[in-house]
């Protein structure tokens, strides 16, 4: 396939292998995105980096950093009668505090998994009786996808979707990440889908604020390789910005007709992230004349009788801030698997855990 | 839990996880559609109901029973078939419901005599549609050379059922003993007669209505002549088994468990048809997991498989087979995957359900 094959090229990848070989020095380089954990994983990435070149995992799997209170209250929805709960497959399995989306459909209630977001409104639109919730999860990447879906509510006078709002911003997190210096990174692979929307400028900040090298990646062995080695590069010459090896994909700037949605939609606010707490300004929340799709506006009174959720013996949180690796959890492959899992990470398509499970045993 | 666990000392972890356990309500004990996706929960479903008030004792888990009658064995097997859409590229239920019976016989080394077919139909199915699926049928199974002999024919209340459901069940005679997922050594060559992720990634399109234009076709098939012919030719075939639900990952983990034995898959060598990569790369599916429903995997001793591989090339379901790998020495049950880039790593069994993904 055209834009894939090429950069699964064996004889290229040599070439950079030899190269990173020259230029390699100790370097903890996360990658940030979900993506790239999946593609670091099933492509076997670590077994070809030189030895004190380490790599490790970000909170970038939006599955696994929805924080589960918020979880809990979108899967309390599923219980109110006529009410259809739309999602993203990746969040079937994900295990609430009592239930998961799957066990809820087990039990009778209507889930259902989009293709896209404006498959809910869809839906919402033919099926007037229903109450249709779509639980919006994901980064910069869908943001303006459920940003269309209500654009497109509005626009048809729905009364009966609304939008569980759980999205989060990219910048900030890593930005309170580094702040919080628990891990002690020399560099980040970015994530090449979120940097479509957003443009590679929103990270200047990086390097000028924390000294921590960048280099926006894609998502196949050559590109990722290609950001260690740029990486390595800003490492050796001790000065640290934000290189583009996505270039096919991402620009300086950011989309413009995205960015426009977004803030047509969504204006800033504070987010709670798994793992890592409130991270301020590092989500969204629906603007002032589309507040009528807000479901946790909407539904504040039952969401309100939603018990924080227990405590949990799940360590995905430490997971997702890179302290801790997924083969050292004392739950991996033990009590957690993908078929019994105790937290998000296991099961999420993009989680470190999953990654881990599925290609490193 | 055993009681060998049971006495170990508790961790902190463990205590608060069996808290966590006991508030769990009783919705853990309801049968998932993962159950049924063909990976591991299913054979955990299967070992824990059935096998255990039921199985008998020298189950082996191949896809068809083999049972001796007087100086013959016989093959014997069923399957049901709840495809939605009942239509789609590149086949219909009925050409599904003869040749995956059919298949699954054939994987016992077997020659497919009968079938059986039985019929579960929601009230309202225009007739139209189920003559369709009945001349769809005869066509298959005049291709498998087998005779349906026998069914049954049940009409439910609208929305009891989807459309229609059909179980066929198969009896075949037995050609070569002993071949079986427990039947594979070290050094057997791996054979896969083609492309895979055919069936489940055209399915897909057509229930969801995606990418239209995308021109994928089921694979569908039954595979008699290419098995009879590589049995008749008296080439040393150990095992096979068809790659259906869970793709050719759930199966060949599958073997290498029965057979206590590794085996290591070349990448590069299993065809994915450029149509069914461009939907898994925009799914997030990985091909490898992706149903197929007229492909075989055959395990043949490593001093016949060139001359297999030539014989089932010359079969039209065959013409794109390869040797996509090796059976070694254990670690048993594990199987490993040698990349497009050269790196090695784990092709698990898969889990749950496929879905797309987030982005």
Known sequence: ?361 | MDNAEDRRPKSEDQVLMNKTENRKPKTENRVLLSHGAGGKEMATLIERVFLNCYGPPDYAGDDSATLELGAHRLAFTTDSFVVAPLFFPGGDIGRLAVSGTVNDLLTAAARPLVLSASFIIEEGLEIEVLSRIAASMERAAREARVAIVTGDTKVVPKGSADKLFITTAGVGLVLREGVSGGAVRPEDRIILTGSVGDHGAAVMLAREGLLEGAALKSDVAPLTELIIQLLEAGLEVHAMRDPTRGGIAAALNEIARQSGVSMEIREDEVPVNPGVAAVCEALGLDAFMVANEGKMLIFVAPWDADRALALVRQNPYGREARIIGEVRSGPAGRVTVRTVIGTARILDAPSGELLPRIC
């Open chain 1, 1 to 361: 396939m055209k834009y894939i094959d090429e950069f699964r090229n064996k004889d290229l990848v040599q070439g950079i292998i030899r190269r990173l070989g020259d230029l390699a020095a100790p370097a903890l380089i996360m990658e940030v995105c979900g993506t790239h954990t999946m593609a670091a994983a099933r492509f076997g990435l670590k077994s070809l980096l030189p030895a004190p070149v380490q790599l490790v995992s970000g909170p970038g799997c939006p599955v696994c950093v929805t924080d589960q209170y918020d979880l809990d209250k979108f899967l309390a929805l599923g219980e109110q009668p006529h009410t259809v709960l739309a999602s993203f497959g990746d969040m079937l399995r994900v295990p609430g505090s009592h239930t998961s989306l799957e066990k809820q459909r087990a039990q009778g209630a209507d889930v259902r998994f989009v293709y896209a977001p404006l498959d809910a409104v869809d839906w919402a639109r033919r099926e007037p009786d229903k109450q249709v919730v779509f639980f919006g999860v994901g980064f910069e990447t869908t943001m303006p996808t459920t940003a269309l879906a209500v654009k497109t509510a509005a626009a048809a006078v729905l009364d009966n979707f609304t939008l569980f709002c759980v999205h989060k911003t990219m910048p900030g997190a890593l930005g309170a990440l580094l702040a919080g210096g628990e891990v002690k990174v020399s560099g980040l692979l970015l994530p090449g889908h979120v940097t479509t929307i957003i443009g590679s400028q929103a990270y200047e900040f990086i390097p000028r604020e924390f000294g921590v090298s960048c280099a926006v990646t894609g998502f196949e062995p050559l590109d990722m390789l290609l950001g260690v080695e740029a990486i390595l590069r800003q490492l050796r010459g001790g000065r640290p910005r934000v290189d583009n090896v996505y270039r096919r994909a991402v620009q300086v700037q950011a989309n413009p007709r995205a960015r426009a949605l977004l803030d047509e939609v969504f204006q800033p606010s504070d987010a709670l992230w798994r793992g890592l707490g409130v991270i301020p300004g590092s989500g969204v929340k629906i603007r002032g004349d589309y507040a009528k799709f807000d479901a946790q506006a909407r539904f504040a009174p039952i969401l309100a009788q939603v018990p924080p959720p227990p405590p949990s013996a799940c360590r995905c949180g430490e997971v997702l801030r890179g302290v801790l690796h997924p083969q050292d959890c004392p739950l991996f492959d033990k009590a957690c698997n993908p078929s019994q899992p105790l937290g998000p990470c296991m099961v999420s398509s993009e989680g470190a855990c999953a990654a881990a499970y599925r290609y490193e045993r």
